[in-house]
């Protein structure tokens, strides 16, 4: 400032200057990518939520978009995710489903697993496997008893109500993959080892009758 402001700017005052602002500009840039990658996640994601629509989808592709939407609440976590999933998957099925499913076992975790601030890990891995797509959730948050697990899917049963907890997110999940997605889940839980849902279901839709 002060080279401008006395006319007495160098070239390498000048070439400083540049590099400065194409830095800048480059920033600029990427945070504006960023932003526009966040907004289309929100919106794919929110309008096949509100959409009944059986279209194919690229299936790693679609989980980061999940991934994406849910980013600011994520943040606000001291919790890593982790996803593997092949690239060029393509699945024929309900993609509002698995975004309902997906996103309410991650809020699950982020609410009773890792509580009061505790820090973890979530890894979401999903592969073919004959005709099915095989899809396998896992935390390493706090668990829950054999009690819990029992009544896990019922609707409005909640360990944390006036919590954050509805009562209505594994039920949401339950629903979501027996339903539109005609598959099946299973979970596997103790207390302190964290907990992992296998959801299995058809990669082309076999009926479409939902």
Not at 48 to 77: C, H, N, V
Not at 140 to 153: C, F, I, P, R, S
Not at 169 to 191: F, K, N, Q, W
Request: net charge negative; with cysteine.
């Amino acid at each position: 400032d002060g080279a401008y402001g006395s006319q007495s700017m160098t070239r390498a005052d000048f070439e400083d200057f540049l590099h400065d602002a194409h830095e800048a500009a480059g920033m600029i840039l990427s945070n504006l990518n960023k932003a526009s990658r966040l907004i289309q996640g929100f919106k794919g994601v929110a309008v096949d939520q509100s959409d009944d629509a059986r279209r194919e989808f690229e299936l790693a592709g679609y989980l980061e978009e999940i991934l994406l939407s849910l980013r600011p609440r994520l943040k606000r976590a001291p919790v890593q995710v982790e996803l593997d999933c092949p690239a060029g998957l393509v699945v024929d099925s309900y993609p509002g489903a698995l975004s309902q499913a997906v996103s309410n076992l991650i809020m699950n975790s982020l609410i009773h697993g890792f509580a009061e601030g505790r820090s973890g890990r979530i890894r979401i891995a999903a592969e073919a496997v004959g005709d099915d797509i095989r899809l396998t959730y896992a935390d390493d948050g706090a668990g829950m008893t054999e009690d819990v697990k029992d009544k896990l899917y019922e609707p409005f049963f909640t360990t944390r109500r006036g919590q954050g907890g509805s009562g209505l997110g594994m039920h949401v999940v339950y629903t979501a993959v027996t339903g539109m997605l005609d598959g099946r889940i299973a979970c596997e839980s103790a207390p302190g080892q964290g907990v992992t849902f296998r959801i299995t279901f058809p990669r082309t839709r076999r009926r479409d009758d939902v």
